[in-house]
């Protein structure tokens, strides 16, 4: 089958941006050039689109005008001023649009901005990366909302290269932006208190990640106190996750992010035989197995970060157990599952136009 597909959202070709809406909107991108090699994929990309929006305009008129079916993809902000723009154009052009939804919190989202959900009521599908979310949804009137968990094309680590190690530094690490609300300070914090208590380092922190909203200051603040225990390792291209990742004792994910949906920060951790260790904050306990891939803990107590830490710590055979488990578990996110889903629907509206 060829068909031309529009693809609205944050691919920013030209840069290095790694957060989980631009890498999203790239693998979309990719699977679809590799499920139908003979198909045209025109991009109507967002980034930097305050900087000149009628360039932003026009590109949103070209992929819709010359697509049959249209994929969206936009953080918060992107939606209040695009998606208007998409269904009004839709109006005359009558094209599918196939709304990948980026983060999680909807349900909330549109209670809180009922002028987004009258627009994503116009959609022909809003897929949402959790079912208990898109139960939630369906509850409140939208009929049009699916469930499609986040997916990545990794190289998964052989299980036969997992080892029970005994070490004597154990390395955990952090794999997302880097600001307050990902909890990376948090992390820090909790390595540089199990090394104080001890009066030698045995956990150790590398972070990896894009610093935003200028939170160099504290990063620089908490190399300085740690002595050796905490490395700032920069930003990771998102095809270089498993190799960084496989030697880490545990990924560390603290978040409070109020946006945050399936990051795709786990899917990395279980493609690398990575256990987690992580806050029950949104959907990490839909996708985190607690005591099977992962450690869960209440937000509300921070303190059990370093609890949990020192667990695992004391338990190397359960790490080594998880660690099998995550490469189980990554095979629920692999994009040819996922695509199949996705070429379903694409086959459905194309049927339904012809």
């Known amino acids: 089958m060829k068909v031309t597909f529009g693809v609205i959202g944050r691919t920013a070709t030209d ?14 991108v990719s699977e679809l050039q590799n499920k139908y090699p003979d198909s045209e994929i025109v ?47 839709n109006i005359f052009l009558k094209k599918p649009i196939l709304h990948d939804c980026i983060g999680g919190g909807w349900d909330t989202f549109v209670q809180r901005y009922s002028g987004i959900g009258r627009e994503i009521k116009k959609f022909t599908v809003n897929w949402v990366e959790s079912q208990n979310e898109k139960e939630k949804l369906n509850a409140l009137g939208y009929d049009n909302v699916e469930y499609l968990p986040n997916f990545k094309r990794l190289n998964c680590i052989a299980e036969e290269k997992l080892k029970l190690v005994y070490p004597e530094q154990f390395r955990f690490c952090t794999f997302s932006r880097v600001n307050e609300a990902k909890g990376v ?22 972070i990896y990640g894009p610093i935003e ?17 905490i490395t700032y390792h920069g930003a990771v291209p998102s095809e270089k996750s498993v190799e960084t990742l496989t030697d880490a004792y545990a990924l560390l994910f603290p978040t409070t992010f109020y946006g945050e949906g399936f990051p795709g920060t786990l899917i990395d951790a279980f493609s690398s035989g990575v256990p987690i260790i992580a806050t029950d904050w949104h959907l990490n306990g839909e996708i985190i197995q607690d005591g099977y891939t992962g450690l869960l803990y209440d937000p509300e107590q921070p303190e059990k970060l370093k609890e949990l830490m020192e667990k695992l710590m004391d338990d190397p055979a359960l790490v080594f157990e998880m660690r099998k488990n995550c490469l189980t578990e990554a095979k629920k996110y692999s994009p040819d599952k996922v695509m199949d889903v996705i070429n379903a629907k694409i086959n459905a509206v194309c049927n339904d136009k012809a």
């Open 43 to 89: 991009i109507a990309d967002t980034y930097n689109y305050k900087k000149n929006p009628l360039k932003m305009v026009y590109s949103i008129i070209n992929a819709m005008v010359k697509s049959d079916v249209v994929f969206v993809l936009l953080s918060r902000n992107g939606m209040k001023v695009i998606f208007p723009i998409i269904n009004s154009m």
């Open 185 to 206: 300070g948090k992390a820090c914090e909790a390595v540089i208190e199990i090394n104080r208590e001890l009066g030698y380092v045995k956990a150790t922190l590398d």
């Open 213 to 229: 909203d200028n939170y160099d200051t504290f990063i620089n603040k908490y190399v300085e106190q740690a002595n050796g225990a």
């Open 15 to 28: 840069s290095e941006l790694c957060d989980g809406q631009t890498v999203k909107t790239r693998v979309l």
